[in-house]
């Protein structure tokens, strides 16, 4: 696989996510009804074979170190350990979200608590096996980036 030597053409285009949801209509009514993520495509074929493909607008993938990880589930979660992999969406109001997405069938794992990080962050278990962070940036983007520890790894 060869890179793209233009900035403004990256190699990868899009992540995209792929669960199994044993309880498709459940998922789909949780995720796009009760999140908000609008739908972009469904496709449906023999067998019942169904999937459908919502826009989370931009998207990250973030790595963490097992340090890390434990100190995020110290701070975000009060030391319950998350899942290998946990799903983060930002939203414009946590608290908010937070109770609509309960409301909606999740599971409360931990309310919205402030990180040192200045995000206001809460953990759901959420359909189709999922545990889910919801946060909410408490500061504008130049705040974030001017405070402690963060940067990029060229600027270590």
């Known amino acids: 696989m060869t890179g793209s030597d233009d900035p403004a053409r990256p190699r990868v285009r899009q992540l995209r996510l792929v669960v199994e949801a044993d309880d ?3 998922a789909v009514s949780f995720y796009r009804d009760a999140l908000g993520l609008p739908e972009a495509a469904a496709f449906e074929g023999a067998g019942d074979a169904r999937v459908v493909i919502l826009d989370a607008g931009r ?14 589930d110290d701070v975000e979660a009060s030391g319950r350990a998350s899942d290998r992999i946990r799903v983060a969406f930002e939203v414009v109001d946590a ?3 937070t109770d609509e997405l309960a409301a909606a069938g999740a599971d ?11 995000s206001l962050n ?10 889910i962070t919801l946060f909410e940036e408490l500061d504008d983007d130049e705040t974030r980036a001017s405070g402690e520890g963060f940067g990029t790894s060229a600027d270590r």
């Open 59 to 72: 998207a990250t993938l973030e790595l963490a170190n097992p340090a890390q990880k434990r100190m995020i």
């Open 108 to 118: 409360l794992i931990a309310g919205p608590t402030v990180t040192p990080w200045r």
């Open 24 to 26: 498709f209509d459940d």
């Open 122 to 131: 809460s953990r759901l278990a959420a359909p189709a096996g999922l545990q």
């Open 95 to 97: 608290t908010g979200a």
